[in-house]
Each structure stands twice: as C-alpha cells, then as structure tokens.
C-alpha cells in the first residue's frame, strides 16, 4: 500500500482541457477530505510535441515526456490514472500545433513533408511518433469494459434523445470493394517460439528492401498481415463515384485517418485523387510545385492556391466548382462554410460519423443544407458489413427508440497494442513491385504477399496474455450481468479465426456453466444484437480493438444520443486501473464557440463517471475506506445530476460545462453530508453542502454573467493556464466555497 494514495488525471487537448480547468479543483478538495492526492500530467497534443525536442528549448521551455511515464506506470499494480479525450492529430492537424507553438517562442524545427537529409528524417520521425493514436496504445496495458451506468440508461429512457425516421424505400447503403482489399489478402500465423521477424521486400528487380528488423514476438502470439491494392481502391472509387451519381445519392466516404494514420490517410488521398482526377491530371506540375498533398484532403489544394499564380488558382477554383456539377453531391462536413466529406482527413472518422448518418435516417448533408440519401464508402471488407446490416434493419424495422431498446456493453481486446492495426511503424506504402515477406530468424517466409509500388502493406501483432485477459474479462462480465456474451470473430478472416480458436481453447478455462456466450461472425452477430435491443434485452459485444472503437460510438450514440456518457473502463493486466472518460473525441467546435461566447458546452458527465469507478478502485487497492464513501457519494451526486438534467444547455443564457460542474459538486457535498458511513466527512461537508445551496441562484449567476462576449485563453493548442483557469472559474463564491473546504479538512 502506498503511503499517500494518488490518482493521475491527464490533461489533454481542446474542450476536455477547458473542462478540466474548472472541474479539477472540486476533484482536488474532495479528494483531500479522504487523504488522496490528485496529481496532474500532460499528454496534450502540445506536450507531447515538446517532449520531443528538448534541445531545441530553453531550460524554462521543457516539458517531461509525461505519456512515456504514464505507460510505465500502466503496468505497475499502483497505476491510477484517469484519462480524458485527447486529439489524435493527423498532418494538417499537427503542423497546426506547430506553427502555434513556434509563434509563441518555442523554437520548434518545421515538420518536414519530404526530408532531404539524416537530420530532417530524424525530425520527421519524431514528430511522427506524436501523431495519430499516440495516446492510447501506451496507456492501454489492459483490455477494455465499456457500458452505460445504470442511471445513464434510466435517464436516456425518460428522456429519449431524437432518433430520424426512416424510410423502407430510403436509397442508403454502404458500398466495400469485393477484392483487393485488407480483408480478402489476410494471412496469419501463430508463433511458436520466442524471438524475432523481419519484413522484407524483394523488388522485381531483384533489389532488397528491409521495411522493418528486429520484430520482437512471443510464443503463442498472433501475427498477421495483408495488402490494400491501391489500384483497385482508386478503381472502386470511380466505380462507386458513378454509381452515386446514378442513384442520385451523395457520395461519402468512412475512413479513420486518426488512429490509423499511415494507412488510412494514403487512402483518403486516393479516394481525393479519383473524385477530382480531370482538375488534379491537368495541373499536376503546378499543384505538385506548390506541395499539395492529396492524403491531407482537397482542403489542403484550397490552403496552396495563395502560393500559385492568381490566373492558375482562378482557373482550377474554377474547374473544380464545374466538376461538382459532374460529379455526384458530397457529403458535407459543414455545409455553410462549404467544407466537404473530403476536405480533412481527420473530419470522417468512421466510428464517429456512421453513427450519425444513421442516427439521421441514414442521410447526411448536402451543400444545400439538406440532408440527402447517401452512399457510405467503407472500402475495406472487415467491418464494413456491420454499418449495411444497422441500415437494413432500420430500413425494415424504423428508428430505433432509445426509451425501450436494450443495451450493447462491449468488451474490447486492446491490450499490449493488441490489432493497432495502421497506427503503428509495421505499415508500408509499397516503393516498388515485388514480394512482401515477412521472414523468421532462420529465414523461414512466414507470410507472403505480391505488391504493387503504391500498395498499403501492414502487419499487426496480438499477443497471447491479453487474448487470456480478454476472455476472463468476458466471462466475469456476463456472470456479474447475468446477460450474454457474443465474441465478433469471421471464421473467413485468417486473424479472427487464429483468435476464435484461442477464444475456444481458453473458455475451458473458466466455469462457463449457466451462461450464453457465443461466437458469431460480426454480421450474423450485429443482427443478434439489433434484434435483441429492439426487444430492450442486452447483449455483451466482445470484440478486437477496431470493433470496439466503432461499436462503443455505434451504440451508446443510438441509445444515449452520444457515446461520452459511457463508463469506459480498463482492468490494467498488472494489477491497476485506467478510466477512460469515455469516447466523444476532444470537440474542437465546443473550444471555438467558447473563444467566441465564453460558453462550453462540452458536457463532463464522462469524467464524473470515471472519477466514481477511480476512486472505488483506490480504496479496493489501497484499503482507504473513506475512497469508497466519496465513490458512493459520487454515484448518488451522478444520478441526481442526470435526475435534474444539469448538463450544459445548448444555448447562451442557460448553465454551461462550469454551471455543471457546480451542480456537481453541490450533489456530491450533499450526498457527503447526508451519507452516514464516515462521521468525519459528514462533518466536514455539511457546512460546505449548506454553504452551495444557499448561494445556488448566485453562483448561477455569476457563471451565467459572463457569456456572451469573445474571451481569451492564450492560445488553441496551448492555451496559457493562468487565462484559462481565470475564464473556466468566474464564480467567485464557488471558489471561496472550495477553498473554505479545504481550510476546513486542515483544521479537522
């Protein structure tokens, strides 16, 4: 046990980072009540950046590289850490983070696009490791449980959120390729004996390329790899541009250029290199002078036409508005602003926006602002399947309606960097014809594939303990929900059915007697649960790591309306616990109406979620029973803060995040101070809990008083704390409240 019992709570990016200026000072005093420590480190998008280049910083400059600290922590039995959303930056993204920082005096180097030099391949290299899902495969040593805490299904049932109608003769659909994709050139294998692997690609010249050495694997471990055939993707592309054009749909396309950001941004850029090919062949010599880079989207085309001669920019604005008149409608991302479903690559998350079409009656928007039936190109067969089932079943059925349906929890493979597949340095665009190998130490071809220059190659790892995890973690949740519990593995896929096997071989291991658990290829298994939901029965998804970031938004945003209600947490393998705040990603528009209104309408619920499931952890760990009466206070405070529907209004005038956050602590004091397990902490918060409700209308007030106006934080992706702070805490009596019971616990 540890002398002083300690949570970590990260500090992220964007909205989050906001919330946490406001929120984390009632987390601070509470926790003090008990003896714990709530201690803070950095992983935002920022941090991260400088963590990288301490030499290029002054002294007073540098930041420690507190995610790398974060991930050794994970595997030790104390690890307490609650993590909040963060961003995972794609390039635009991240050059964004740069030239912010440089202005405000860091002396960053340039991200280099095409490095020229060891050194510029060094700096590029280092700035690559902060991109994408940087985050997530460090901290994540566990495998995931994800659900809806009982009071946030009962509130989302008396006060079911708007579901669109749906039409049985609605034109939706979702459109794979039927070959040539990931899904159809999967192999794999399991590994016998400990060592390591090599990727090599041997060129039809005969010359050698080393793509990766020194692979470290371990006996039992899965390993697979596949190809994406670049030439049928832009095939298929075309294919599905005239189609939509035929059926009169808009055309859109599902990628996740985020967490999988080596391969799904080369295909974003394939898909912009078909949509607008007549524009892009006839200027390419003067786009590829101006460094136009299609992965990073046409948005990036628009971003060089200031460097381009006048008349050359005039003229390919020009065609391209005449090509939108050949082309099919695109989904939009916002149609008054004319940003289109391929402007950004970090703007068509898959797990994000799939949900939403089919929460709007399987449409999106056009650039007339109206929303339209639509084409959804999900080019690569794994999952695509999954999305065309929910459409049918509403396209048969209707909306579904969150006041009756069932629930779908997840449990998630992810630990030990369990299928990172794309996000990770063992995946390739192909420099040249020839044969991809993957070789043991003896030079034995393990996995092989035939590829194009240009092709997308990757291959993944899944070690064995976190298989073991995963099924002990399934099993436990269906005995303690008493509800069953589907494995989504598709016998057809080389890597699923190695998984589906060790799945079968480890279920022997555990008492199973009485339970429902099956294993279902992810269609047959989406229609289960589709058709037991709509019968308000649960259903336990247990799933790979892609599955579970698509299915744990897929559901809760039908349920709930949104998927940061979610308790998101992970069973460390080693012993300790991470909270994740649920998923909702990191609301980059709820930061830019808060820079212009002084309102944030990022609601926390997520974070008071994870705090309760952090703080009964510590006092289990750590035996600190005064942990766990702060944890049942917190429940209480959760539901009666859902009860009276204190999230953050949508418009000016109402409470926002800070308004939240002060109902929040209300509940909790005075669920504190009514509790009767702990004579101290009734003490300690009756006065507080009087102290808040009798200045509740003036608190209200004064948060309520200063929206309205622009406000500044001193920066996007770093804002300066002191201004943030100053702004995310207006409410002078609430401040005095927090600290008079902080002067209180001192005393006592």
């Known amino acids: 046990m540890s002398e002083t019992p300690k949570i970590l709570y990260t500090l992220t990016d964007e909205a989050p980072w906001l919330a946490t200026r406001s929120l984390l000072p009632v987390v601070q005093a509470y926790a003090a009540t008990a003896g714990i420590t709530v201690d803070t480190r ?26 790398a600290e974060l991930g050794e922590l994970a595997k030790t039995p104390e690890a307490n850490i609650i993590k909040l959303p963060n961003i995972s930056a794609s390039v635009p993204q991240l050059k964004a983070a740069i030239a912010e920082l440089q202005a405000q005096g860091y002396a960053l180097p340039a991200y280099p696009d095409e490095p020229r030099d060891e050194s510029e391949r060094e700096t590029k290299a280092r700035y690559d490791r902060v991109k994408g ?7 994540r040593e566990g495998n995931s449980d994800r659900r809806a805490p009982a ?34 050139s999967e192999q794999s294998v399991e590994i016998a004996q400990p060592g390591s692997v090599r990727i090599e690609l041997e060129g039809r010249d005969g010359r050698r390329h080393m793509l990766r050495t020194g692979v470290a694997v371990q006996a039992g471990e899965l390993i697979d790899a596949a190809v994406m055939d670049a030439a049928a993707l832009s095939r298929f592309v075309g294919e599905q541009i005239d189609d939509a054009r035929a059926k009169d749909v808009l055309f859109s396309l599902h990628l996740k250029a985020t967490m999988m950001k080596v391969s799904d941004p080369i295909m974003f850029g394939i898909a ?22 299609p992965n990073n989207g046409i948005g990036d085309l628009y971003a060089r036409l200031p460097s381009m001669p006048a008349d050359v920019a005039a003229q390919i604005t020009a065609e391209i508005d005449a090509l939108y008149g050949q082309r099919p409608g695109l989904a939009m991302v916002n149609s008054d602003k004319g940003i289109t479903n391929l402007h950004v690559p970090s703007d068509i998350i898959v797990d994000a926006s799939m949900p939403a079409m089919i929460r709007d009656s399987g449409r999106m928007w056009n650039a007339a602002g109206e929303l339209q039936d639509t084409k959804a190109l999900i080019p690569d067969r794994s999952y695509a399947g999954i999305y065309q089932a929910v459409i049918e079943d509403c396209k048969a059925h209707g909306a579904f309606d969150p006041a009756t349906m069932g629930s779908v929890p997840n449990v998630g493979l992810m630990a030990q960097k369990a299928e990172e597949y794309g996000s990770h340095d063992k995946t390739f665009r192909i420099p040249a014809d020839g044969t991809v190998r993957v070789l043991d130490e003896a030079g034995n071809a393990l996995m092989t594939h035939e590829v194009h220059a240009g092709d997308i190659w990757r291959m993944c790892q899944t070690k064995d303990a976190p298989i073991q995890d995963w099924v002990k973690l399934a099993v436990n949740r269906a005995r303690l929900s008493g509800t069953p519990a589907v494995f989504w593995l598709d016998p057809q896929r080389a890597h699923d059915a190695n998984v589906a096997r060790k799945v079968e071989r480890y279920l022997k291991d555990h008492d199973t007697n009485g339970l429902d658990i099956r294993i279902l290829p992810p269609v047959e298994a989406m229609k289960l649960s589709l058709e037991r939901i709509r019968r308000g029965e649960d259903t336990i998804s247990v799933t790979g790591n892609v599955l579970r970031d698509y299915l744990t938004d897929l559901f809760p945003i039908m349920e709930l309306g949104t998927s940061a209600k979610m308790l998101s947490i992970v069973p460390l393998m080693a012993g300790g616990g991470l909270f994740e705040t649920g998923a909702g990603g990191s609301a980059p528009k709820h930061v830019q109406q808060f820079v212009a209104e002084d309102y944030l309408r990022w609601d926390s619920l997520g974070e008071f979620l994870a705090l309760a499931a952090s703080l009964e952890h510590l006092s289990e760990t750590t035996g600190n029973k005064r942990a766990k009466v702060l944890a049942d206070a917190l429940d209480a405070a959760n539901a009666q803060f859902l009860d009276n529907d204190k999230s953050p209004t949508r418009k000016l005038g109402g409470i926002d995040n800070r308004g939240s956050h002060f109902y929040l602590a209300l509940y909790w004091a005075q669920a504190l101070a009514a509790q009767a397990a702990d004579a101290g902490l009734k003490t300690t918060f009756a006065p507080l809990a009087a102290a808040l409700a009798e200045n509740d209308e003036k608190i209200v007030g004064e948060l309520i008083a200063v929206q309205g106006k622009p406000v500044d934080i001193g920066g996007y992706y770093r804002p300066d704390p002191a201004k943030a702070s100053a702004a995310m805490r207006p409410s002078a009596t609430l401040n005095a409240a927090l600290e008079s019971l902080g002067q209180a616990d001192g005393a006592a």
């Open 42 to 67: 950095d992983i935002s998008l920022a941090a991260r950046i400088l963590s990288q280049f301490p030499e290029a910083l002054r002294e007073d400059q540098r930041v420690a590289d507190d995610l």
């Open 133 to 139: 899902s940087a985050v997530n495969p460090v901290l």
């Open 151 to 184: 009071s946030v299904k009962a509130y989302a049932r008396k006060h079911p959120h708007r579901m669109g109608k749906w039409e049985k003769d609605s034109k939706s659909h979702v459109a794979h390729m039927d070959g040539g994709d990931f899904y159809g």
């Open 272 to 293: 912009v290199e078909a949509f607008y090919k007549p524009v892009l062949d006839k200027h390419r010599a003067a786009l590829d002078e101006a460094g136009f880079d």
